[in-house]
């Protein structure tokens, strides 16, 4: 029988819940335990894949085409295992499948309400993930916070699952604010209390509590959560500001919070082995090198947009011993300011994106890292405006991506074939772990060192295969390419230090001790370019 560990959150949303549900679950993975994560989300979306960056940070996208919330990336890099769409519920799809059955009259002519059904369709659905992944412990985040109101089904569907499992199976973390007051200095408690009584008031007794603060937790502020909301000062944890993500493990741990987990579920005591995640969180703080890469996007007003970059970024660092430095460039600036801003950078990105708002200042970002031989790395948009760019400027084609221009004379980026007459936006792309062909003696090859590897998609349009043998000829090469040897996956120029670009997303498969290899080469290239 699996056992649950359920993380919940008060006061307000981004205190790192998610953060805090990987950690606990790299140290019970570290001990030998096998470890799996559901993430909720309350929303009514069925899945993150319609929402704007700026509503919901990035749409990270799974093996299967899953296009999922940020968390479920943190709980695939900390704990280095491949999740699906099942790990991800949300009150769309809950209340999608509920009506589905009733539509069927799966339930018999009984009126179909929130308790039982709804409430029901999670437990199972929670039930199902962790027996399908054999796991001997699921870690389950509930997004939002205590006293949201969409929250409230999936909070009495845990309370439940509680009580019909055993107290001995389930284990609630509660993770909240604790603020400090400038004026006096003071380590604030009130957030959490009121917090902690709005969960109980639903049902549910803390069992242990995260405190997020921007300094560690005094001995006092423990005492006196500890006293106030009903648990004992062992099980107040501290979760301070860090340098960087990856030292929350360690942070927990030092203050006992695998022994809480074994002592609370009654399981023996394992060694928790942080040694080479130390080592790792060690060699990203330690940097002994550094270098600017400007990232060039549209939605650089919030960091969270392009969070699996960054943690690609991370990893290549811990890989490399070199700190990278990412240089903010909002694409549009670019196409008012010109390309100056990209001067002082060591190497560039573009990242993926849709539509018309940015592009011609990352086409212009492109030229420069082309011409000025600076190491360059495109992902999906990016893929495609690097041709269009080369189509432009080298080959003088009047040419763009019909995703901007439908009617251009040279549509060198052109629709899926199968997207002619999709009229669904939401998980109709062409999404996840596709299978690509690499050409030997490339420079992909070089960082692959394979002939076959499956990476990540999500994406409507590709070049044009009408296109693929002039650019070719023009000294564009695809390196990579689809099984059906008509999709293009992998393009660089092999006259330049590092130029190259790839239709899928390297980002989303990138892990702490395996860094995506366009983002090691990138940055291995960036420090060749500063001497």
């Known amino acids: 029988m699996p056992k649950y ?32 994560a559901i993430k909720i989300d309350p929303y009514l979306n069925c899945d993150a894949g319609t929402m704007n960056p700026y509503q919901h940070g990035e749409v990270f996208v799974l093996e299967d085409g899953g296009e999922v919330d940020l968390d479920l990336g943190n709980y695939e890099r900390f704990l280095d295992i491949n999740l699906g769409k099942k790990n991800n519920i949300t009150t769309g799809k809950v209340y999608k499948s509920v009506i589905e059955k009733e539509r069927r009259g799966d339930y018999l002519g009984k009126t179909v309400q929130i308790v039982p059904h709804i409430t029901n369709e999670i437990k199972a659905w929670i039930r199902k993930v962790a027996k ?4 001997d412990i699921c870690i389950i985040e509930i997004g939002g916070t205590v006293g949201d109101i969409e929250s409230m089904p999936f909070l009495e569907a845990v309370r439940q699952l509680h009580i019909e499992e055993g107290h001995e199976n389930v284990i609630f973390i509660h993770t909240t604010l604790v603020p400090i007051i400038s004026v006096v200095g003071e380590q604030k408690t009130k957030p959490t209390q009121h917090s902690v009584k709005e969960l109980r008031a639903i049902g549910i007794s803390p069992d242990a509590i995260v405190g997020r603060c921007s300094e560690e937790l005094t001995e006092e502020t423990k005492r006196k959560i500890s006293l106030f909301c009903d648990v004992p000062v062992n099980a107040v944890f501290s979760s301070p500001n860090v340098e960087c993500i990856y030292e929350v493990p360690i942070v927990l741990e030092k203050q006992g919070m695998s022994s809480f987990i074994s002592k609370r579920f009654g399981i023996p005591e394992k060694k928790v082995d942080l040694k080479t995640w130390q080592d790792f969180v060690e060699r990203i703080k330690k940097a002994e090198n550094e270098v600017k890469i400007a990232l060039v996007g549209k939605y650089t007003a919030l960091g969270d947009s392009y969070l699996s970059i960054l943690e690609a970024f991370r990893h290549a660092s811990a890989a490399l011993n070199t700190k990278v430095n990412v240089v903010w460039v ?11 801003i990209l001067d002082e950078v060591d190497g560039i990105l573009v990242p993926g994106g849709f539509g018309s708002r940015g592009a011609e200042g990352k086409i212009k970002a492109i030229e420069y890292a082309r011409i000025n031989k600076k190491p360059f790395l495109g992902i999906c948009f990016g893929f495609q405006l690097a041709v269009v760019e080369y189509g432009r400027n080298v080959l003088g084609l009047e040419c763009h991506t019909t995703e901007i221009e439908p009617n ?20 109709t792309m062409r999404l996840g772990a596709q299978p690509i062909i690499i050409k030997e003696g490339t420079l992909a090859y070089s960082l692959y060192k394979k002939k076959e590897v499956k990476e990540r998609h999500r994406h409507r349009y590709e070049v044009n295969p009408d296109y693929v043998e002039m650019l070719e000829k023009h000294g564009f090469v695809f390196s990579g390419i ?9 393009a660089e120029l092999p006259e330049h230090p590092y130029f190259i670009a790839s239709q899928f997303h390297p980002e989303f498969k990138s892990r702490p001790l395996k860094p995506a290899p366009l983002f090691y080469g990138l940055v291995k290239a960036a420090m060749e370019n500063k001497k």
């Open 408 to 427: 251009v004379k040279h549509p060198i980026i052109t629709i899926l074939p199968e997207q002619y007459d999709v009229d669904m936006l939401g998980g």
């Open 5 to 36: 560990i359920v993380v919940t959150g008060g006061v307000l949303s981004g205190l790192g819940k998610g953060i805090v549900a990987s950690s606990i679950g790299v140290l019970l993975k570290s001990q030998g335990y096998n470890v799996t």
């Open 482 to 490: 689809a099984k059906d040897k008509i999709r293009m996956e992998i």
């Open 132 to 135: 399908e992944s054999g796991a």
């Open 330 to 340: 909002e694409s549009e600036d670019i196409e008012k300011k010109g390309t100056k």
